[in-house]
């Protein structure tokens, strides 16, 4: 009886702290990425480790009047963004979509509390978006990372995502947008090793 209870609490602490991982930065990888002109630039990647096996990475640059760069990549289990001087720019990591278009997620989320993104390393504030979008509707979220050395991990609760329509629910997200701003005049370097719903 005594073992059945404990087998019991571990199912119920296990179902408690599920984690949902939308990217571990594990598959999907790209060497490096340099930009210093104005024009955007939109890459695909798949990967068995990112929900739907899609990320699409869409990076521009917003201002850059010392024409620096700004680099990307994706190895070894990082995400790797680092802005030079003056430069201000933009980061958009999209899942639920690939080669042909749109691919709705058609995630379950309502057992959910929050979304984390696990930093490796920061090394000045900036902001950071989220949109969870369903078929006819979105919810939002914003707010200012600060710097940080080493691993740490960044909470967005659902409490605070606000929708934009009555119709939205998190019982069925198809598509989810993050944003990095870089938007610091010493300019913003950061990593990031995962990202997942708990």
């Known amino acids: 009886m005594r073992a059945l209870l404990t087998l019991l609490v571990l199912i119920m602490t296990f179902t408690l702290h599920a984690q949902l991982v939308i990217d571990d930065f594990t598959t999907g990888e790209i060497d490096k990425l340099t930009f210093v002109n104005m024009n955007d630039d939109r890459k ?27 680099v990307l990549s ?14 201000r720019g933009t980061t958009y990591i999209n899942y639920g979509i690939d080669k042909s278009g749109n691919a709705p997620l058609n995630l379950n989320l309502s057992n959910y509390k ?9 090394s000045t504030i900036n902001g950071i978006n989220l949109n969870l979008f369903t078929n006819t ?4 979220y914003g707010k200012h990372v600060p710097a940080r050395e080493g691993k740490f991990v960044f909470t967005i609760p659902f409490s605070e995502i606000k929708p934009t329509g009555d119709s939205f629910t998190f019982s069925d997200i198809d598509y989810i947008r993050l944003q990095f701003d870089s938007r610091s005049k010493t300019g913003c370097n950061m990593a990031i090793s995962k990202i997942w719903f708990e």
Do not use: C, W
Request: hydrophobic residues 30%; without cysteine; glycine residues 8%.
């Open 44 to 70: 695909l990647q798949t990967g068995s480790n990112i929900v739907g096996k899609h990320r699409q990475i869409y990076t521009k640059l917003n201002q850059n009047p010392y024409h620096q760069n700004m």
């Open 137 to 140: 509707t979105y919810a939002a």
């Open 114 to 122: 929050s979304l984390k993104v696990e930093f490796d390393g920061k």
């Open 74 to 87: 994706i190895k070894k289990g990082l995400l790797v963004m680092s802005y030079s001087y003056d430069t």
